[in-house]
């Protein structure tokens, strides 16, 4: 990990879990959307978080989607913004 | 239509006509006609040893286990019942009990679940995913390994046999399971495949849960035609287009939510999914905004609305809205249209008897492709598909009217069963639940926000509870699936009550209104 702004990101994510009455631990490599611990509502959340926070353009061609999966993945996708 | 359709046998036809040809991609994993067939053989033929009742659970989705096994099933001559992964432990464990299952076939995300309890409780025959992609192997092998005989075509099936039974909710706090038959999916094939050429060159998208049966159009209909089929993946629905583009994805059948989201999620422009032909929505109301943005991103595409519950076989009303699209003005939503070829459909009254055209009452609908009724719910099978004039007929419980035109619309329901992100829920069942979780009778759900009258969320209200929200929240979360379980719960000391003493929801919501206008006013 590796992005100055991860940990909001798992703040935000810890939140959605509480929320969704879960554990708020999860692992750097644990899937969240694709294991069905969060719904499609909490990804779209997530997208907002990424695109109103950190200004990842959604729009963008080159942003791929279902590169949010595990935090690791949020992780290289906000590297790759930064660079 | 054949009586005697086995429902692999579009598949079986277009593995001879096509082997080459990719059939199914999930992921990192392709299959042409021929792996595919193979695959589908191979689990058919160490099924089949098994069948008594003929039930096979499929608890999986969203991967090439839950296709090989759905296919398999029906080669095998069973019928295949799939099991959400969403299910608590709990339910799953009565269902298990309740369907008196043959055999289970579980995909990676399903044999996960398999905790010591539920595998005491499952069929003895369980198949799991084996080393290689396509492959099975079975959990709990007993005796000696033997190589059944495989058979090279799907099995012969009597003309009333049971194709899948499809689990939906029930006011009575249980599920109850659709059985429908091969001759009604039959019937259904025969319609879209006369108003639509799929083909062998088309590309599909699998957008639903095996436990909806949406994906029982997007199977059949694909593998009917030679074509392939990609599964996409919960985050997929977010961004169709990309996917759509990244496949080359040339038939789409989804939820209309889907088109929210993905324009909530900024990935719907103009002329951006220009692969797709055929666009066809179902399952909820199809708004007109939604159906016209779908076609300016979608260019060249048709766009349609199938209408219909899963008791009458995916769909059974269509309205075309590419050309000469119909809307039902009142709620600014694409109309439902006319009936399927095999399908007839009426508006009646509280006594079942026909209405004039214009006056609304409840849809009825008859015809081959109606289910056989309930999974052992004989007297609930009676109620909702009662004999009007010596003929079969469901009740919707859907409000509508018949235009002049002999157009049909639909204007919501008549019971409180609602359509939430492309679920159907009845509220009643969310009601037990709260009722068992939050120990007292005075408990209720309400969907809730609504926007444009379509539901988007829930609220849960209780009074007289012993236990705080997050308490009934963490033991309604064991009782029902995620979907059903409401954002919010309200304790109240006031449980408003209608003139029968039972709880007002519909004052309930107005308590809603009220705060998000004091809200807004506020803010």
Known sequence: ?83 | MISNYNIAYGFHESASRYPTHEALVAGAERFTYRDLETAVQRLSAALAPNLTSGRVGILATRSSQACIGILATAWAGGTYVPISLKLPAGRMLELFDILDLDALIVDPAGQKLLTPDLEARAPAAIFAPGDAPGEFKRLRETGTASNPAVASAPAQIDSDHTAYIEFTSGTTGRPKGVMVSTSAVSAYLDAMHGWYDFGATDRAAETCDITFDLSVHNMLTTWKAGAALFIMRPLDMLAPARFINNHNITTWLSVPSVVAMARKAGGLSRGSMPSLRISLFCGEPLPVDAANAWQQAAPNSIVDNIYGPTEVTIACLRQTWTSNGRETESRGIVAIGHPYPSVKARIVDADLQPVQDGVSGEIALAGAQLADGYFRQPELTAERFPSIDGERWYLTGDRGFMDADGVFHHLGRLDNQIKLHGHRIELEEIDAGLREAANTDLAVAVAWPLNNGIAEGLVGFCSGSNRDALEISNRLRAILPPHMVPARIDQIDDMPLNANGKIDRNALTRRLEAEQLNLEVAS
């Open chain 1, 1 to 83: 990990m590796i992005s100055p702004h991860i940990d909001t990101v798992r703040e935000t994510i810890a939140g959605m879990l509480v929320a969704r009455g879960q554990e708020a631990h999860f692992g750097e490599d644990e899937s969240l959307f694709d294991s069905g611990r969060l719904d499609s509502i909490a990804a779209v959340d997530v997208l907002m978080t990424l695109e109103s926070q950190f200004g990842i353009d959604l729009s963008d061609p080159d942003f791929d989607i279902s590169r949010i999966d595990t935090l690791q993945e949020i992780d290289r996708l906000l590297m790759a913004h930064a660079s």
